[in-house]
């Protein structure tokens, strides 16, 4: 059958539709959500190293290095009751933060974003209660995080663990939906716990633009009507 131009053209068409209507790969807004780039060698205060483009500002937070795992030791001195994995799902290193002693916002400034467009924020948690001699009276321990961007704050999902029976709130995974105000921002995590004392486990942030919805309802109707155009066309030939 001869290929016309006007089929060609409707081929063309409705592959440009179809890549529009694919979802789009979204950078993450959040550099260093990992927390991998830093100056530490070795578990630390979060605020007594360089943790590339975070900031923090008192002791109640450290940054978690995977070879704590063959000590036992969270930080010297500072041990973990329940089977906490070496790693999050993220892979690396994390960040504990003591949700009822000297805690204070892990902070990044995020820039680029678009004044009343939608973000989606991921990102992974976990609650244990911490292990010192002389300190820690293990028992029922709480937590969450309170997050926020610019003027806008959310809580993440309630967590428990019993460092008396040895259990733990696992890794579990966050999205939380926020909305810009400006185009830069500043995104905070501050931990929120009880108990003697809870550790709240936090690492693999991301945040990444949610595409208009009218965006998207816009492509669909005029991958639509592309298909009623090329119908017409072919019974056209047909005829």
Same mark, same amino acid.
């Given at each position: 059958?001869?290929?016309?131009?006007?089929?060609?053209?409707?081929?063309?068409?409705?592959?440009?539709?179809?890549?529009?209507?694919?979802?789009?790969?979204?950078?993450?807004?959040?550099?260093?959500?990992?927390?991998?780039?830093?100056?530490?060698?070795?578990?630390?205060?979060?605020? @007594?190293?360089?943790? &590339?483009?975070?900031?923090? $500002?008192?002791? #109640?937070?450290? /940054?978690?290095?995977?070879? =704590?795992?063959?000590?036992?030791?969270?930080?010297?001195?500072?041990?973990?009751?329940?089977?906490?994995?070496?790693?999050?799902?993220?892979?690396?290193?994390?960040?504990?933060?003591?949700?009822?002693?000297?805690?204070?916002?892990?902070?990044?400034?995020?820039?680029?974003?678009?004044?009343?467009?939608?973000?989606?924020?991921?990102?992974?948690?976990?609650?244990?209660?911490?292990?010192?001699?002389?300190?820690?009276?293990?028992?029922?321990?709480?937590?969450?995080?309170?997050?926020?961007?610019? @003027?806008?704050?959310? &809580?993440?999902?309630?967590? $428990?663990?019993? #460092?008396?029976? /040895?259990?733990?709130?696992? =890794?579990?995974?966050?999205?939380?939906?926020?909305?810009?105000?400006?185009?830069?921002?500043?995104?905070?995590?501050?931990?929120?716990?009880?108990?003697?004392?809870?550790?709240?486990?936090?690492?693999?942030?991301?945040?990444?633009?949610?595409?208009?919805?009218?965006?998207?309802?816009?492509?669909?109707?005029?991958?639509?009507?592309?298909?009623?155009?090329?119908?017409?066309?072919?019974?056209?030939?047909?005829?």
């Amino acid at each position: 059958m001869k290929d016309f131009p006007s089929r060609r053209l409707g081929r063309a068409l409705a592959a440009l539709a179809l890549a529009g209507c694919a979802p789009a790969a979204w950078a993450n807004l959040v550099s260093n959500g990992s927390f991998e780039l830093t100056s530490a060698t070795t578990t630390s205060f979060f605020n @007594s190293v360089t943790v &590339n483009n975070w900031s923090n $500002s008192d002791i #109640g937070e450290a /940054l978690v290095m995977p070879s =704590w795992y063959t000590n036992g030791y969270l930080f010297p001195g500072v041990g973990v009751a329940g089977p906490l994995p070496q790693t999050s799902p993220d892979g690396g290193n994390f960040v504990f933060s003591d949700g009822n002693y000297h805690n204070s916002p892990i902070q990044q400034t995020i820039t680029g974003l678009s004044p009343g467009g939608a973000y989606k924020l991921t990102f992974w948690q976990a609650l244990a209660q911490d292990t010192e001699p002389n300190v820690t009276i293990p028992g029922p321990v709480t937590g969450f995080w309170h997050v926020s961007l610019g @003027s806008f704050a959310l &809580n993440s999902s309630f967590m $428990s663990g019993n #460092g008396a029976t /040895l259990t733990i709130s696992p =890794w579990q995974q966050q999205t939380m939906i926020f909305k810009a105000t400006s185009s830069t921002e500043v995104l905070s995590f501050l931990s929120v716990g009880t108990g003697d004392p809870p550790l709240v486990f936090l690492d693999g942030i991301s945040l990444a633009p949610i595409p208009e919805p009218e965006t998207l309802a816009l492509m669909g109707i005029g991958g639509l009507a592309l298909l009623l155009r090329l119908r017409r066309e072919r019974r056209a030939l047909q005829r």
